[in-house]
């Protein structure tokens, strides 16, 4: 099956982004754990790339979870032109599935894990090199102030006295930079396995039980073998079920007149630029999801059936099973054709090969649809 092929290629992905995570890992925690001129480490600073972003980032990914939807971060760097083609080809053969959004949300967990795996090596291998002095800095907290924030993060870990906070040891260890004169120097260093514990706790093991999570529900999808299709996707148009290679043929015109149908939300320039090459459009129509469709109307309603229908979606974006319900229930005598652009501020670019062969594939499974190629795209 094209399926199992393709799983190489995924653990390659996979790999990249551990090791980007890593080396990531690596940066920001040596960005932070250096200090200023004098090697001196702001314990609020430690705390906010240890603690809150980390959180942030968990609620982020519990959401995604629950809500399902969503590229996530891994979704993100992928986008990024800089991977191999063949690897973004398997990538793209997920695109047609919630196997992807899956995958997906299974990767950003791998590369939240590397990234905290690539910050606590990086903190292990300076308290073994290096006297880290930890000390804080902040013109509106004082001790008493603090003592309480400190003390809640310390939560997860009170079974572990020696690495809990305490009103001496904040008031031994606050830094001004024009007077260091009150910071206790045996006291300074003491902070490590407060700074330890709070990596373990709000970043390497909530990650790592999330990685486990995604990773089972990731696996279960692969093991029932709906990866590739869901039932609202299978093929329409007389082909045979099994072939997972087919494409449907390329379009590079349409017969007049047509009406341009966008699902895309595209700005005024790309209608401008599609009217160059195809001439002008008998009608233009937003087509978004039902939701922003009046209840009155049927997808019959914005042309009629003599007329050629373009529609127009973001080429890098997987194709829905609810964009396949609405375009099924067109009934058009004459061309019936799927227009994925690529643009930005600079201008409407041609789709990578990865995304068009995506939407050659989703076009397939309707009936009598074709994918149109706008062959010279400014």
Known sequence: MKQDTDQPA???????LGMLGLCLGF???????TGDDDGRVNLLLLLLLFAFVPVVGLLL????MVKGGGKGLAGWILDIPLWPRHLILALSRLGLTHGRELWLFYQTQILAVSFSVGCLLLYLLLLLGSDITFVWRSTLLEPDDLLPALKAIGIPWRFWPEAQASLALIEQTRDFRLDSSGISQPAVGLWWKYILATQLAYNLLPRSLMLLVARQKYRARLQQGRLRTVPDLQPRSGAAAGDENLLAS???SVTLPYTLLDWADVSPGCYEHIQQWLGDAAGIHSFGPLRDQPATHSPGDHAPVNHSLVVVVKSWEPPLAELADRLNDFDSNSDKLILPLDWSDTGVRQPSLAHLDEWRRFAATLAGWQVLLLEKST
């Open 27 to 33: 940066l920001a925690a040596y960005g932070v754990l």
């Open 61 to 64: 990914s519990i959401l995604l």
């Open 250 to 252: 390329l379009a590079r």
């Open 10 to 16: 995924l653990k390659q992905l996979s790999l990249g």
